[in-house]
């Protein structure tokens, strides 16, 4: 059913798609700071995906770029729009609905945005199922729509229109280049599709789920009950159903470089208990990647594994952590559209150059 | 008055362009063979700029990139027409000739090219007057006609469109981002402008001139005659009257680094007379920026730097200078139009952080 977001809803949200976001995806406070303010006391129309008429016009928006860059370099707000309207001139069609094109992090804002300024509703999906750092790492594109035409915007008003066929990995190349060249951060519209293609290649109700999850943790805290309890119970009854308990201790070593228009790095996390020579070690590309306990590996993309702080289950991310904090490594399993075959192909160990096979978190639990 | 271009005209003009190339530009020796192997018997139409309509309407084709790559990486040849359909359809309105965007090294032939594929005449002018290094550095720009949008094309079908307003140098800087990602070489439509636009910003029949140019050197060297002399007085009736033998010597030092998508490093001349110790110093960024002999100033740009073979006035790209070569370095006075100060600051010693005032060459010599 479709339903109002109104600005009450975005701490939330934004709690529960920092979860989502596995570490990446941009802090989305900047991105929640944006929506309040065109929002005001108005609301957002978010359409649910098994409602929208196959040829509803969907022109999904995004930020793009490194976590650690979206974080200093503040978008006027502007950007998302244009990039919206840019591919709209392109195609010489006006979108009928926006949406994510990923659900963690800073772009389960970005949408809401456009939203906001435009009027324009908000279909409940996304391409993702949670935060990827490369733009051809969709659903989307795993089941046959292709992100060409890309319109991307810059502050300064810059208006750039890439087509690269179906090549979407072509496609993320070329706009990295140009979202370096601006600074590291870039506003795109992508993805182009009909209703059809979105019941057919999104993964569904996404946003209803990040606002879900970061209620329950809100409320479990509130009412001094285990916001770890909140996130499984939550998740229970959506595609995202399992959640195990990988590691808790103490951050003991980052690493982080911005590279390439990439936050890559590791951290290693130890056990709290004296006694325990136990290590959790975590690579990251913008979002964690794999996760090894003593070597051996206990959840791998594109399996979700979320840093939160121990007690509030504050998600953490991987421009947040820092030497000292204690913390909690969640695994949470994906739903079964991203991690068929083709999936794995588009975002699954081998696209990060990682030589591990994919073995679901519930599995190796 | 309009003129016929065949097939047979093609080498004069590369040698007249890689002149007209300082040093960079391109070897125009690829873009001939393409250029041969489109146009056959046939010929293509070069328009006078004083002759055309006003309301013409004309799409400047080219390639960008780095000479030391594109000397290795061969364009599929369909490149630069993808690059001006890409435009036209982006503007809904289609060219009625195209033009050069500069005279030297491989940009000389890119338009003959198109030209040859479409059936387009070509405007004998340009927008360097010479070679230059980025695309914002156009008399056009200078006198008022902005490069955007420009439309980029890749040899794997990419499609670019980038928008950057009036700030030619943000186009510059966006355009060079996708052609390095491109691998080193991308082909471009930019610059789109009225025959009003042409007559008043740019450099006038350089085509014909770079034809001149290339035919009096070879005729020189068939009738044995001075080809140096042959430049001289071929030059002397054009917007380029002044030529000045800056140096003669054997090449001692080259140093030359591809980086930011240019070919930039320094070349040493030194005296052949071994009781000399004279040392001619060019420094370049894809063409020759500055000449010094003995630590003074004897050219600089926009003036033209040209280093020729020091008997058969062959010239030779900065991505040819070899150790031990025989050489002679021509001064060479740019018209008028690239000497203001609007000029000056596009493309003089500044453009290219070098701290030293522009002094026409004639006035030095």
Redesign the interface.
């Known amino acids: 059913m479709s339903w109002q977001l109104k600005a009450a809803d975005l701490p939330d949200l934004a709690r529960g798609a920092t979860l989502l976001g596995t570490g990446g995806g941009g802090d989305p406070y900047i991105g929640m700071m944006l929506v309040k303010q065109v929002l005001g006391t108005g609301s957002i129309t978010i359409l649910d995906p098994d409602e929208i008429a196959d040829d509803l016009f969907v022109i999904p928006t995004a930020q793009m770029g490194a976590p650690t860059v979206m974080i200093e370099k503040i978008p006027a707000g502007t950007e998302p729009t244009l990039a919206l309207r840019t591919l709209e001139e392109?195609l010489g069609r006006t979108a009928d609905a926006t949406m994510p094109i990923e659900c963690g992090g800073i772009n389960s804002m970005i949408p809401l945005l456009v939203a906001a300024e435009t009027g324009l509703p908000v279909v409940d999906a996304d391409g993702m199922g949670r935060a990827f750092p490369e733009l051809s790492m969709e659903t989307f594109a795993v089941y046959g729509v292709h992100g060409s035409p890309l319109a991307l915007a810059g502050e300064?008003?810059?208006?750039?229109?890439?087509?690269?066929?179906d090549?979407d990995k072509?496609m993320e190349?070329?706009a990295?280049?140009?979202t370096?060249?601006?600074g590291g951060v870039g506003h795109i519209a992508e993805y182009a599709m009909s209703g059809a293609d979105v019941k057919r290649t999104a993964v569904p109700r996404t946003i209803s789920m990040a606002l879900s999850l970061g209620r329950a943790i809100r409320l479990a805290r509130e009412q001094h009950r285990s916001p770890f309890s909140a996130i499984a119970d939550t998740l229970s009854s959506t595609l995202y159903s399992n959640v195990v308990e990988l590691f808790e201790g103490k951050v003991t070593d980052v690493e982080r470089r911005t590279t390439d228009g990439f936050a890559k790095g590791r951290a290693a996390i130890s056990a709290l208990d004296p006694t325990s020579n136990q290590t959790l070690e975590i690579l990251f590309q913008n979002e964690n990647l794999i996760a090894r306990r003593d070597g051996e590996v206990v959840a791998i993309v594109p399996d979700l594994i979320c840093v939160v702080d121990h007690e509030s289950a504050e998600p953490i991310t991987t421009e947040g952590l820092r030497y000292g904090q204690r913390v909690r490594v969640l695994g949470i399993s994906t739903p079964d559209m991203m991690r068929t075959p083709a999936a794995l192909a588009a975002f699954g160990p081998t696209a990060f150059g990682l030589s591990e096979a994919f073995v679901p978190v519930e599995t190796r639990a």
């Not at 008003?157 to 690269?164: A, F, L, P």
């Open positions: 392109h300064r008003g810059e208006r750039v229109i890439i087509d690269t066929g090549d072509q190349w070329l990295r280049g140009i370096i060249r601006l």
